[in-house]
C-alpha cells in the first residue's frame, strides 16, 4: 500500500428532500447572493427550481440566474457567467444539475477570483489558487464532482476539452437526492453507467501499485453500476437501485478507491475528450468506445488487474474474455461501443490523433501515447 493524504471536505447531504435544507446551509456559511447555475428548463418544469428559490428566500439569500448549460460545457457560457457574477457580486456559485452544470460552475468560481482570462487555468498559465464558495444540487449522477476538486470545459474555438483541479474547487455542500433524477433519460442513464466505470477501471488497470483492498472497492462499485443499471432499465421507479447508483458514481471519483495507490494515468479520458470537443459526443457514449478498444491495447501491459477483473466482474477466466465481456454489456444496455455509432468515420482518426496529443501532454503521458499508439487503439473502435 503506498502511503496517501486523503483530504475531502465536501459534505454530503443525501436523501429525499434534502434540497429542501439548501438555503440554510448557505446561510451557516453566510452567503447572501449566488449565482445559480442550471442547464435546461427542466428543473424549472418539474418544481426545483421553485423549491429552491423559495428556500433562498426564506433565508435572506439573493439569487442571480444563469441557465443554458449544455452537455459538454463550453468555455464562453462559463466567461458570461464569471462576467455576470462580477457585475452582481455574488459571494457563492449554486450548481443545480448534472456534471456539466458543476464543471461549469467550479469554473466560474475560479475565474471570479482570476485576473486574466479563465481559459488561462485550463491550460496552465495560471494556478486555480482561490475561488468562490461551490454549493450543489444534483440532478444526474455520473461525473462525481460533487466530491471532487476538478472540472472539464470544452473551448470551442479551439476545439480543446481540457481540466482544472485545485483544492479550491472541492464543493463546500453537496445534495444528492436520487428522487431529482427519476426523468433522467434511458440513453442518459446508460452514458452515466459508462462514466462512473471509467472512473473506476482507469486507475485498476493502469496502477504500478494497486493493493487488494483498492481492487475489492473497484470491483464493488463496478457490480453495483451494471446491476443497478440494469434494474434501473427495467424499473425506472426502482428508488434503492437510483440511490445505490448515485452513491456509487459519487464513490467512483472522490479520491476514495485511488488512495494507497501509484503509478496511475487517465489515457480513457484523455483519448474521449478530444472526441467529445470535435464532435460534441456524449462523455459517457464516446467512454464506451473508447475503453473496450484501449483495453484491448493495453492488456499485455500489465495483465494481471485485466486476469482480475475477468473473475471478480464477470466471472470469466481470461482477460480477452473480460474486455468482451464489458463490451457485451455495453451493447446489451444500449451504449456505443463504435465509432461509427457516434457518427465517426475511419477518414477523421487523423484530426482526432492530433487532437488527442494535447490532452496526454495535459495528462503527463504523451510518452506511452504517442500518435501511433492512439491511432491503434482507436482502429480498434471501428
Not at 418544481?47 to 441557465?67: C, D, P, T
Not at 468555455?75 to 455574488?90: C, D, T
Not at 460552475?105 to 486555480?128: E, H, N, P, Q, T
Request: with cysteine; net charge negative.
Amino acid at each position: 500500500m503506498n502511503d496517501f493524504t486523503f483530504f475531502n471536505p465536501t459534505r454530503i447531504e443525501f436523501g429525499v428532500d434534502k434540497e429542501q435544507r439548501i438555503g440554510q446551509h448557505l446561510a451557516e456559511h453566510g452567503i447572501k447572493k449566488v449565482l445559480l447555475c442550471y442547464g435546461s428548463e427542466r428543473i424549472k418544469r418539474e418544481g426545483l427550481f421553485a423549491v429552491v428559490s423559495q428556500r433562498l428566500s426564506e433565508n435572506g439569500i439573493e439569487w442571480v440566474e444563469l441557465g443554458g448549460i449544455v452537455s459538454n460545457p463550453v468555455i464562453s457560457k462559463v466567461r458570461e457567467g464569471i462576467a455576470l457574477a462580477k457585475q452582481h457580486q455574488v459571494d457563492a456559485i449554486l450548481s443545480v444539475g448534472g456534471g456539466s452544470v458543476l464543471d461549469s460552475a467550479k469554473a466560474i468560481a475560479a475565474g471570479v477570483c482570476y485576473a486574466g482570462d479563465v481559459w488561462d487555468l485550463f491550460v496552465g498559465k495560471a494556478s486555480v489558487d482561490s475561488a468562490l464558495p461551490l454549493f450543489a444540487i444534483l440532478t444526474l449522477a455520473a461525473t462525481g464532482s460533487e466530491m471532487n476538486p476538478g472540472a472539464v470545459v470544452t473551448n470551442e474555438d479551439t476545439r480543446q476539452k481540457f481540466f482544472i483541479s485545485s483544492p479550491a474547487l472541492f464543493p463546500k455542500v453537496s445534495i444528492v437526492n436520487p428522487a431529482l433524477m427519476r426523468s433522467v433519460s434511458r440513453d442518459y442513464l446508460v452514458y452515466s453507467a459508462s462514466d462512473v466505470i471509467a472512473h473506476l477501471i482507469e486507475v485498476y488497470f493502469t496502477a504500478a501499485v494497486h493493493p487488494k483492498l483498492q481492487s475489492r472497492l473497484v470491483e464493488s462499485l463496478i457490480c453495483t453500476v451494471i446491476e443497478t443499471t440494469e434494474a434501473l432499465l427495467e424499473n425506472p421507479n426502482d428508488d434503492d437501485a437510483r440511490a445505490q447508483f448515485a452513491w456509487a458514481a459519487t464513490l467512483a471519483l472522490n479520491g476514495l478507491t485511488s488512495s494507497g495507490t501509484a503509478g496511475f494515468s487517465f489515457p480513457n479520458h484523455a483519448i474521449e475528450h478530444s472526441l467529445s470537443a470535435l464532435f460534441n459526443v456524449p462523455h459517457g457514449a464516446g467512454l464506451s468506445v473508447v475503453m473496450p478498444a484501449w483495453m484491448k491495447w493495453f492488456q499485455k501491459r500489465n495483465p494481471e488487474p485485466f486476469k482480475r477483473f475477468a473473475g471478480e466482474v464477470f466471472g470469466v477466466i481470461t482477460a480477452a474474455d473480460g474486455i468482451a465481456a464489458l463490451e457485451k454489456w455495453f451493447n446489451k444496455i444500449g451504449t456505443p461501443t463504435r465509432l461509427s455509432q457516434l457518427g465517426i468515420q475511419e477518414s477523421d482518426l487523423p484530426t482526432i490523433v492530433d487532437n488527442v496529443q494535447g490532452n496526454v501532454r495535459i495528462f503527463g503521458i504523451a510518452e506511452v501515447y504517442t500518435p501511433e499508439a492512439v491511432s491503434a487503439i482507436l482502429k480498434n473502435a471501428l
